[in-house]
């Protein structure tokens, strides 16, 4: 769409077209709230008199009568009043225009065209975010400004691209609207992260330097230890969806891009989270391949460990702990230790091992359009009490240059997460960074990108397996990698999403 403004056109009769069905939705919620309203108001003078005497009032039979009517049947009309959804009309429509709105190459694209824009004619972000543009007029009536959201959105797409320079000055035109004043959802500390990190990859280590000391006040006042935060999102406590981002998450039934496999029986996705986007499918596992998952994987299960560096012998790892315990390099040993971060047991399983651990593997490739000849093998944990997996990172990050040598593979790109059980509390799987929860249901999956496009780690992804309070947790994961993705690309394979 971005690239013609013809096109763009009728994305307005589009978007008008939507104001006028959600004008209608809320008359009807004001139509029902009005016939609530006068049901209070008529009720709340009749009880008033009523009790005042009882027994009087009840003496006569038609009060008695009519209280019979009212609570055996009236109150039973309301109850299904104020359960009834308004909103359905305005949701079909916005399903089926959804289908032809823009779509995220759109508002990349978008965002690129206003920075070349920026460039090319000298503008500040100043005069851009206020809308004063060479040739148009104060009295313009669209004239249009840039809120503070607008503004970090064209700085993180600037961020993923590495364009530290637009970076930079569209978190400082975002950070000087927060400090006028605008109220925004955007925190003051997300802003200096970003800036910070981008004036610094400039080499001007003195700005860097003040915006960090800057950050780090805020985060004295503002930021729990991430323990602290982690805990807290276990308990359910401190999730950060407003209402405003949640209205933006939607369900539907996906094929990718009309797949062979999935063009009849598509499946059923629904996004779970927007930054980063988190996206789960529903009822992507069957019953029969998770018991045959988990057969295969108890006979081999260990405690996850760590090769300690100093020792070189293995440990228990007590950051995750789930039933093979994931291993870990120990820096006083140099020995695998068990990692006491994770308390888990955990078994990989390879696809020439079961035709069913090879259909996983498809099924993942199809949906996701990434190629998985280069992921690593299944993995299949099970956390028992108390099992959990502290906060930590799928990718290997720039002080972790060797994390996959072995492998040769590059970094991992995706992690896609099976839910093979419920849990009956606990075992939820949170993003301390931002205040994300994505609790475990048996039959679903789970999937994000590790790497933003421009194969930077997105330290957005920081997650941890909460501690399992009640019941018994299995998951099984795939983390595909960045080789072959390219290859799929150029010939014209599935596109990455």
Same mark, same amino acid.
């Given at each position: 769409?971005? =690239?013609?403004?013809?096109? @763009?056109?009728?994305?307005?009769?589009?978007?008008?077209?939507?104001?006028?069905?959600?004008?209608?939705?809320?008359?009807?919620?004001?139509?029902?709230?009005?016939?609530?309203?006068?049901?209070?108001?008529?009720?709340?003078?009749?009880?008033?008199?009523?009790?005042?005497?009882?027994?009087?009032?009840?003496?006569?039979?038609?009060?008695?009568?009519?209280?019979?009517?009212?609570?055996?049947?009236?109150?039973?009309?309301?109850?299904?009043?104020?359960?009834?959804?308004?909103?359905?009309?305005?949701?079909?429509?916005?399903?089926?225009?959804?289908?032809?709105?823009?779509?995220?190459?759109?508002?990349?694209?978008?965002?690129?065209?206003?920075?070349?824009?920026?460039?090319?004619?000298?503008?500040?972000?100043?005069?851009?975010? =206020?809308?004063?543009?060479?040739?148009?007029?104060?009295?313009?009536?669209?004239?249009?400004?840039?809120?503070?959201?607008?503004?970090?959105?064209?700085?993180?797409?600037?961020?993923?691209?590495?364009?530290?320079?637009?970076?930079?000055?569209? @978190?400082?035109?975002?950070?000087?609207?927060?400090?006028?004043?605008?109220?925004?959802?955007?925190?003051?500390?997300?802003?200096?992260?970003?800036?910070?990190?981008?004036?610094?990859?400039?080499?001007?280590?003195?700005?860097?330097?003040?915006?960090?000391?800057?950050?780090?006040?805020?985060?004295?006042?503002?930021?729990?230890? &991430?323990?602290?935060?982690?805990?807290?999102? *276990?308990?359910?406590?401190?999730?950060?969806?407003?209402?405003?981002?949640?209205?933006?998450?939607? *369900?539907?039934?996906?094929?990718?891009?009309?797949?062979?496999?999935?063009?009849?029986?598509?499946?059923?996705?629904?996004?779970?989270?927007?930054?980063?986007?988190?996206?789960?499918?529903?009822?992507?596992?069957?019953?029969? &391949?998770?018991?045959?998952?988990?057969?295969?994987?108890?006979?081999?299960?260990?405690?996850?460990?760590?090769?300690?560096?100093?020792?070189?012998?293995?440990?228990?790892?007590?950051?995750?702990?789930?039933?093979?315990?994931?291993?870990?390099?120990?820096?006083?040993?140099?020995?695998?230790?068990?990692?006491?971060?994770?308390?888990?047991?955990?078994?990989?399983?390879?696809?020439?091992?079961?035709?069913?651990?090879?259909?996983?593997?498809?099924?993942?490739?199809?949906?996701?359009?990434?190629?998985?000849?280069?992921?690593?093998?299944?993995?299949?944990?099970?956390?028992?009490?108390?099992?959990?997996?502290?906060?930590?990172?799928?990718?290997?990050?720039?002080?972790?240059?060797?994390?996959?040598?072995?492998?040769?593979?590059?970094?991992?790109?995706?992690?896609?997460?099976?839910? @093979?059980?419920?849990?009956?509390?606990?075992?939820?799987?949170?993003?301390?960074?931002?205040?994300?929860?994505?609790?475990?249901?048996?039959?679903?999956?789970?999937?994000?990108?590790?790497?933003?496009?421009?194969?930077?780690?997105?330290?957005?992804?920081?997650?941890?397996? *909460?501690?399992?309070?009640?019941?018994?947790?299995?998951?099984?994961?795939?983390?595909?990698?960045?080789?072959?993705?390219?290859?799929?690309?150029? *010939?014209?394979?599935?596109?990455?999403?």
């Amino acid at each position: 769409f971005f =690239t013609s403004i013809g096109q @763009m056109t009728d994305l307005l009769f589009t978007e008008k077209d939507l104001v006028t069905s959600l004008k209608d939705y809320i008359q009807a919620e004001e139509r029902k709230l009005e016939q609530v309203k006068q049901w209070a108001e008529k009720l709340d003078s009749l009880t008033s008199i009523a009790t005042q005497d009882p027994e009087g009032f009840l003496g006569h039979p038609v009060n008695a009568f009519k209280l019979m009517k009212r609570l055996n049947t009236e109150w039973g009309d309301l109850e299904n009043l104020v359960l009834k959804d308004m909103s359905d009309g305005f949701i079909s429509n916005l399903t089926i225009q959804r289908q032809h709105f823009p779509s995220d190459e759109d508002q990349t694209g978008a965002a690129k065209a206003l920075l070349r824009l920026q460039d090319t004619y000298q503008l500040d972000t100043q005069s851009i975010s =206020t809308g004063d543009l060479p040739g148009t007029s104060v009295k313009l009536p669209y004239r249009s400004t840039l809120t503070v959201e607008d503004c970090f959105e064209l700085g993180r797409i600037a961020y993923s691209e590495s364009d530290y320079r637009h970076t930079e000055v569209w @978190m400082a035109q975002a950070l000087k609207q927060l400090d006028e004043g605008e109220e925004s959802s955007v925190e003051p500390v997300m802003v200096l992260d970003y800036l910070s990190y981008s004036v610094y990859q400039q080499g001007e280590l003195e700005r860097a330097l003040d915006f960090t000391r800057r950050l780090l006040e805020l985060g004295e006042k503002d930021n729990l230890p &991430e323990k602290k935060k982690y805990e807290q999102l *276990c308990r359910g406590e401190g999730i950060k969806m407003t209402p405003r981002r949640q209205s933006r998450l939607f *369900c539907r039934y996906y094929d990718n891009n009309q797949h062979p496999r999935y063009l009849l029986g598509p499946v059923k996705q629904e996004d779970e989270w927007d930054r980063p986007y988190i996206i789960r499918y529903h009822d992507i596992i069957s019953e029969w &391949e998770i018991e045959k998952v988990k057969e295969l994987a108890k006979p081999r299960l260990r405690r996850a460990t760590i090769s300690n560096p100093v020792t070189g012998v293995l440990e228990t790892a007590q950051y995750r702990i789930s039933k093979r315990r994931a291993t870990v390099h120990d820096p006083q040993t140099g020995q695998l230790t068990t990692a006491q971060y994770r308390v888990s047991k955990s078994a990989w399983l390879t696809a020439n091992e079961h035709s069913v651990v090879d259909h996983i593997n498809q099924r993942i490739e199809d949906l996701t359009g990434l190629d998985v000849q280069t992921a690593e093998e299944l993995q299949v944990a099970n956390y028992g009490v108390g099992g959990q997996y502290e906060p930590h990172f799928d990718f290997g990050r720039k002080d972790e240059p060797d994390a996959f040598k072995e492998l040769g593979t590059g970094n991992r790109i995706a992690t896609w997460l099976f839910y @093979m059980s419920d849990v009956a509390a606990g075992g939820a799987t949170v993003f301390p960074e931002v205040g994300a929860v994505v609790r475990p249901i048996k039959g679903t999956a789970v999937f994000w990108y590790n790497l933003l496009p421009s194969g930077e780690g997105d330290y957005s992804t920081r997650h941890a397996a *909460c501690p399992v309070l009640v019941g018994n947790k299995w998951v099984s994961n795939k983390w595909i990698h960045e080789h072959g993705q390219e290859f799929r690309r150029r *010939c014209g394979l599935h596109e990455m999403d």
